[in-house]
């Protein structure tokens, strides 16, 4: 089943978190879009949905999860998928991304995104997968490179590599974290620079910027600080391969007030001010995202919305 439309540059966006939605609805902010968190408006009808749908009202939105589990052993949870189109339909996502990892097995989940072997059986396993949820959920589905902090198996590929060649196999596109790339890179001692160089960057349809913590023995991805100056050299690197790409600051412990998270934020319109338009600077196939199931109103009332704002944030 093929989902692609054509890839679509929402500029510089924000995470949607409880603390801010006050300021964003009061104040109505030049964000490009937002991403939310699914499992925070899975389930929980009334206002949390509400808030879904004033937001999806003004700004264009991606869904971002932690518990698809598409490495899992575990049978796809229809249930969730469900739900999780539902919510997709109703918010008008462009997108639906969640993390390359597994969280648990026997129906138990660690809550913690755990490294996949990257070898042949994985790589046929996730992506028979990959093509199922897709089809479930009526839309391309978006892989992220996680953190890590060991390397599950031996005698695997380079992650670069087996992420192009998982979205080859199973059509799909990636949602890069350029921090997730630096600390997996320090404590491992992998070229974050090779990387970068070697990810699948017409694949790319969203970046991920965050801050992390240097423990000393190792860097944890916390999303609780300013982005680390070598985090934003790879992106600028990145962005001389992929074009102009939508780009979104996660910020998610000790949050600080929204002016402080979007100036964080909006560093990252230098960056993208000299790159090329991704069209200029990559092919991407034609119909590579499709922001909606086919002949969904939630697909329409997006585009409407976006026509009615200005262009998104440079």
Known sequence: MNHHHESIDLGVGLGLRGRHVAHVLDHRPEVGF???LSENYMGTGGRGLETVERIADLYPTVLHGVSLSIGSSDPLDRAYLAELADLADRSGARWVSDHLCWTGVDGRNTHDLLPLPYDEPTLAYVGDRVRAVADILGRP??????SSYFVAGSGCMPEPEFLGRLCDAADCRLLLDIN??????????ID????IDTIPADRVVQ???AGHRDLGTHL????????AGPVWDLYGRL???TGRVSTLLEWDAEIPPFDVVWAEARKAVDYRAVASPASDARHVP??????GRTGGTPEAAADDREERRHAAAA
């Open 34 to 36: 937002f991403e939310l």
């Open 286 to 291: 034609a119909g590579a995202m499709d922001g």
């Open 192 to 195: 974050a620079a090779h990387y």
């Open 239 to 241: 962005l001389a391969r």
């Open 141 to 146: 589905l978006v892989l992220e490179n996680p």
């Open 220 to 227: 944890l991805d916390t999303h609780g600080d300013f982005v």
């Open 207 to 209: 970046v991920h910027l």
């Open 180 to 189: 997730n790339v630096y600390v997996s890179a320090v404590n491992h001692g």
